[in-house]
């Protein structure tokens, strides 16, 4: 697998990631910078991504959203998106294209217009996108669950925000946070692909951020209570829902634990895929579900494990039972042998498929970057995939798999049932 990438950190902070990658005809660019929905305030909810979406109106060099969308018209791939802690402005196009991909992103992250014009008709289409994502459960209820864990924290706030901090976002409020945030030591630069010229990559990204006056690097309001001492409920009604959705989980690490390897093994195990424990059991068994899965999520400070399914309405006792007793399960009993060396196949051929994908290979090791992390190799992170055993597994999910933590998010047609959390049980 390819494991080769160069860091250039220039003098007022910007980081430069290249990840040269042989047999491919592509390059993806980005430019990251370390801000997103838990930087906010209660009264600016929804800024970074409101920011975000305003860029694509125009910069100083491609002053209209005809402008800035050559690299669509160039055949290649333009986005970004905004998360709790980061904020990516990202390309892919052919090799050749590499200082136009580049280009854009930096205008994006450095000069937007934040034009006035724009503000308001930008405000209502994100109040589009808000009602759209209330309109789906399956997404509704991950927000219903952050907020459950993180309550009255900026961890726990919706990346989108509200509709009141959206409305109260002026032209000077994104000027400000743009200002405010988008500093040297927030950002990194990634080109991963087919680079063939290093050293005049590096003197472009010299030449467009190396006079960024730098500021020191701002900080968030860590979360400081990751506890609890039972079981918790969060229910949302829609009384349109045809089915109930639904989110189990419970408090693990943080982003850069080292249980986070043996825990990626435990997760294929247990909610991945076709040969995962609960698509077996919960869909193929018992058919209480079309879709089942689990994943984990993790910031600076906490993490969090979660298995979601959707459910009919009348099913939600059965299969939430049917989830709980294989988590309880597999607390009691670990796991076996032969499913540690599928999970440890499995796990590699995702890695050296995505190891042939620029795009993954500069996200893989620019968030690290961003995040401030010290950087894991893709053959690093193999290695430590391959020395974890059975025993380590077993190990974390007796420390992790707590009753105490589990918390149980619901959005379907009925009000809240006070007999759900007796449900919570393993």
């Not at 193999?382 to 009753?403: G, S």
């Amino acid at each position: 697998m390819n494991s080769q990438y160069e860091k250039t950190t220039l003098a007022n902070g910007v980081r430069l990631i290249l990840v040269p990658m042989v047999g491919v005809n592509s390059v993806a660019t980005s430019v990251m910078v370390a801000v997103g929905s838990r930087y906010e305030t209660k009264e600016n909810n929804g800024v970074s991504h409101f920011l975000e979406h305003l860029v694509f109106k125009g910069t100083a060099k491609y002053p209209t959203s005809e402008d800035i969308y050559v690299i669509e018209r160039a055949g290649g791939l333009q986005n970004a998106y905004t998360d709790i802690d980061i904020t990516s402005y990202h390309n892919k196009v052919i090799a050749s294209d590499w200082e136009l991909a580049l280009n854009i992103n930096t205008e994006m992250a450095l000069h937007p217009r934040l034009e006035e014009t724009y503000v308001d008709k930008e405000r209502d289409i994100i109040l589009e996108e808000m009602k759209r994502s209330d309109d789906e459960p399956s997404s509704k209820v991950g927000e219903i669950y952050q907020e459950l864990m993180y309550p009255g924290t900026p961890l726990g706030m919706r990346i989108i925000g509200e509709v009141k901090s959206l409305k109260s976002i002026a032209p000077s409020t994104l000027r400000d946070y743009h200002e405010a945030w988008y500093r040297p030591p927030q950002m990194v630069v990634s080109i991963a692909g087919a680079i063939s010229d290093k050293r005049q990559v590096t003197s472009k990204i010299e030449e467009w951020f190396g006079s960024l006056k730098g500021k020191p690097e701002h900080d968030f309001k860590k979360v400081t209570n990751d506890s609890q001492n039972g079981p918790r409920v969060a229910v949302v009604t829609k009384k349109e829902a045809q089915q109930a959705h639904l989110l189990l989980g419970l408090r693990t690490f943080p982003r850069g634990n080292d249980d986070r390897f043996a825990w990626n093994l435990f997760n294929l195990i247990m909610g991945v895929s076709f040969t995962s424990r609960l698509f077996r059991e919960v869909r193929e068994k018992r058919g209480l579900c079309y879709h089942v899965r689990s994943s984990s999520d993790s910031w600076a400070d906490v993490g969090y494990w979660s298995i979601y399914a959707g459910v009919a309405t009348d099913k939600v006792e059965e299969a939430t039972k049917a989830i709980l007793f294989e988590v309880g399960k597999v607390a009691r009993e670990g796991v076996t042998d032969s499913e540690v060396a599928v999970a440890k196949k499995r796990l590699k051929t995702m890695l050296a498929f995505n190891s042939e994908n620029p795009e993954f290979m500069g996200e893989f090791y620019a968030r690290q970057e961003t995040f401030r992390q010290p950087i894991v190799t893709l053959d690093d992170f193999d290695a430590k995939i391959e020395a974890v055993t059975k025993d380590d597994i077993n190990t974390l999910a007796k420390k992790y798999l707590l009753q105490k933590n589990l918390n149980m998010a619901l959005v379907w047609s009925k009000p809240k049932d006070e007999k759900l959390a007796d449900l919570l049980r393993l």
